[in-house]
C-alpha cells in the first residue's frame, strides 16, 4: 500500500506540467483565432493599390462603425470618395452585417452596395454566404472590421484574411459594449502572444502574421 501510494504521488507531479501545457496550449489556440492578418487605422487606408498589390479583388466589410458610423447612416464624403476609388479599381465592396435587412438595406441604399444581412458573425456562416453567392476565391478576398470577437473570428473561422480597424466612434450601440470589454482581454492576450501585433497606415507596413 505505501509503494502504491508513492507511486500515484510521483506519477501526478510528473503530470502536472503536462497539463499546464496542455492548457496553455489551448489558450494560445483559442487566441489565434482572434488574430488579424493586419491591423489598420482605418477602412479608408485600404487604398486599391494596396489592396491588389495582395491580391485582394473584393473587400467584404462590416457596417456599423467600420464603414459608416453606428449612428450616421448616411455617411461622409471620405466614404464616397473610397467607394468611388474602389469602382474605379474594379475592387468590389460587399457588406457583411448581423444587422436586420431594414437597417443595412437603408444603411447601403446611397451606395448601392450588395450585402449579407444577419451574418450571425462570428460564425462564418454569413461570410460563406457570401463566398457562395458571388462565387467568390478565400485568397481574393478580406474581410474588414472593427471588432475582434466578430468579424475577425468570422474572417478566421471562414478562411479568408482579415484587417481590424479602429472602431470610426469611441462610443458604440448598446449591444457591442459587452464585447468591448471582453475585446480588451482578448487583445492584451494577443499583444503577450504576438508582440510584433502593431497598428498600421496601410498594408504595406508588417504583416500581423
Known amino acids: 500500500m505505501v509503494v ?23 489558450v494560445t489556440r483559442m ?20 489592396l491588389r498589390a495582395n491580391g485582394i479583388k473584393v473587400v467584404l466589410t462590416d457596417l456599423d462603425n467600420t464603414l459608416i458610423a453606428w449612428n450616421n447612416p448616411d455617411g461622409t464624403p471620405e466614404l ?3 467607394l468611388n476609388l474602389l469602382e474605379l479599381a474594379g475592387i468590389q465592396v460587399i457588406v457583411v452585417s448581423n444587422n436586420s435587412r431594414a437597417r443595412v438595406d437603408r444603411a447601403v441604399a446611397p451606395f448601392n452596395l450588395p450585402y449579407i444581412h444577419r451574418a450571425l458573425k462570428p460564425f462564418a456562416l454569413g461570410l460563406n454566404r457570401a463566398l457562395r453567392r458571388w462565387h467568390l476565391r478565400r485568397d481574393e478576398v478580406v474581410m474588414v472590421g472593427d471588432q475582434l470577437l466578430t468579424d475577425i473570428w468570422a474572417a478566421h473561422h471562414s478562411g479568408v484574411r482579415s484587417v481590424l480597424v479602429k472602431p470610426i466612434l469611441k462610443s458604440d450601440a ?28 496601410d498594408l504595406n507596413e508588417r504583416k500581423a502574421h
Open 4 to 26: 502504491k501510494l508513492v507511486k500515484i504521488a510521483y506519477n501526478k507531479k510528473l503530470d502536472m506540467p503536462l497539463l499546464a501545457n496542455e492548457r496553455r496550449g489551448a
Open 31 to 50: 487566441v489565434s483565432g482572434f488574430k488579424p492578418t493586419w491591423m489598420v487605422t482605418n477602412i479608408y487606408d485600404l487604398t486599391p493599390a494596396d
Open 80 to 82: 464616397h470618395h473610397w
Open 174 to 201: 448598446w449591444i457591442t459594449k459587452g464585447n468591448r470589454l471582453l475585446e480588451k482581454v482578448v487583445m492584451w492576450r494577443l499583444h503577450h502572444n504576438y508582440p510584433e501585433l502593431t497598428w498600421q497606415e
